[in-house]
C-alpha cells in the first residue's frame, strides 16, 4: 500500500469546508467515499468536493471492502459508537476531537482498539500537526524560555443558534467539550505532564444547559495551566507560554489559516525575535502522518492513551465545576 482510500462519515461542516480538502491535498491520501443519513446531502457534498462514491447511509460506506480508513466528525455523542462499528468493519479511524464523551467511555475505546491490534485509531487534534506548535514544543523543551511555568489560553466564538449540535448536551455539547478540550490538551502538551488537580468554573445557558463560559485552572507538578473558553463572546484566540527566562505568545494557535502565514513571538532578553512559518494545511499534515501510519505500519503520532488522558482531565474539570456551582 502507498496511498490511503479515505471515506467520510457524515457531511458535517468542519469535513466539507475544511478536512476533506485537506485530506485530498495529502499525496499519500485520497477521499473515496463520503455517507450522509441522506443520499441527496452525500451526492451533493460528493459533487462538490469531487469524491466518486456517495452512500445514503454510514453502514453502506463501512462495508466497502476499498475504503481503507474512515474520518469521523459526527457528533461528540457518536464518536466511539461509529469508531467502534469503523473497526469491526476493518478501517483505519482519524476521529474528530473529543474522542468521547467521557473517561469512562474512552477507556471502553481502548480496550476495543485493543482487540484490532493491526488498525489505527487517532483523535484529531490537529493543531499539533502546524510547524508553529512544533517550534513552540521544541524552544520549551530545549529550554530556551528558561523552566516552564505556567500557560494560559484563551479560546471564543459566538454561537446561540438553538439546532446546532455544539448546544445540545444529549449529543454532547458545550464550550469545555468543543473548544475547551484544546486549551487542556496543549497545557498538557507543553507540560509533558498529566495534571495533579483541576478546578473548573463554568456558566450554564438556562435554555441549552450546555455551559457557555468556562475557566479553569490546572495544576502540574511543575507549574500550573490557566484557560478560558466561550461560546457566547466576540471570536477570539490565543496562548501565551511562560517560562523563568521568556515567554513565547501564539497568535492564532488553534485555527491557523491554511492560506496565510502564521507567527509566534519569542520575548527572551529584553528582546522580542518574531518567528514566522511558511503557509501549510495543519489538517493536510495531520491527515499525511495518519496515511503513512497506516501505509508503514507504525504506531500513530498521537495514541489514545493521550486521548484518555485529556477525557480525564476534562471529567475532573467539569466535576469541580458542578461542586463550585452549587
Known amino acids: 500500500m502507498d496511498i490511503v482510500n479515505w471515506g467520510i462519515l457524515s457531511t458535517a461542516k468542519i469535513g466539507v469546508e475544511k478536512v476533506i480538502p485537506a485530506i485530498q491535498q495529502a499525496e499519500n491520501s485520497t477521499v473515496k467515499g463520503i455517507a450522509s443519513r441522506s443520499k441527496e446531502k452525500a451526492n451533493t457534498a460528493a459533487k462538490k468536493l469531487e469524491i466518486s462514491n456517495a452512500y445514503g447511509s454510514y453502514g453502506e460506506l463501512l462495508a466497502d471492502q476499498s475504503i481503507d480508513a474512515i474520518y469521523n466528525p459526527l457528533p461528540n455523542h457518536l464518536h466511539v459508537p461509529k469508531t467502534v462499528e469503523a473497526l469491526e468493519a476493518g478501517k483505519h479511524v482519524l476521529c474528530e476531537k473529543p474522542i468521547a464523551l467521557n473517561r469512562q467511555e474512552a477507556q471502553e475505546l481502548i480496550q476495543k482498539v485493543n482487540t484490532y491490534p493491526n488498525l489505527k485509531v487517532m483523535e484529531a487534534f490537529m493543531y499539533r500537526f502546524h510547524p508553529q506548535w512544533k517550534k513552540t514544543k521544541s524552544l520549551v523543551s530545549d529550554g530556551e524560555i528558561g523552566a516552564l511555568k505556567t500557560v494560559d489560553s484563551f479560546f471564543s466564538y459566538y454561537n446561540d443558534d438553538p439546532d446546532n449540535i455544539r448546544n445540545k448536551p444529549d449529543m454532547g455539547g458545550g464550550g469545555l467539550m468543543d473548544i475547551g478540550c484544546y486549551c487542556i490538551s496543549l497545557s498538557?502538551?507543553?507540560?509533558?505532564?498529566?495534571?495533579?488537580?483541576?478546578?473548573?468554573?463554568?456558566?450554564?445557558?438556562?435554555?441549552?444547559?450546555?455551559?457557555?463560559?468556562?475557566?479553569?485552572?490546572?495544576?502540574?507538578?511543575?507549574?500550573?495551566a490557566t484557560f478560558t473558553c466561550a461560546t457566547q463572546t466576540v471570536p477570539h484566540q490565543q496562548v501565551t507560554v511562560i517560562g523563568t527566562e521568556g515567554r513565547i505568545i501564539i497568535e492564532i494557535p488553534f485555527n491557523a489559516p491554511p492560506d496565510q502565514t502564521t507567527r509566534i513571538w519569542l520575548f527572551k532578553d529584553n528582546e522580542k525575535k518574531e518567528i514566522t512559518f511558511s503557509v501549510v494545511n495543519q489538517y493536510t499534515q495531520q491527515a499525511k502522518a495518519f496515511s503513512d501510519a497506516v501505509i508503514k505500519d507504525n504506531p500513530v503520532p498521537t495514541p489514545l492513551t493521550d486521548a484518555v488522558n485529556n477525557m480525564t482531565a476534562i471529567d475532573a474539570f467539569r466535576e469541580s465545576a458542578k461542586s463550585l456551582s452549587n
Do not use: M
Open 188 to 224: 498538557r502538551f507543553l507540560f509533558d505532564e498529566e495534571p495533579n488537580d483541576i478546578s473548573g468554573y463554568w456558566k450554564i445557558d438556562p435554555k441549552f444547559k450546555t455551559d457557555y463560559l468556562a475557566s479553569g485552572v490546572i495544576e502540574f507538578n511543575s507549574g500550573t
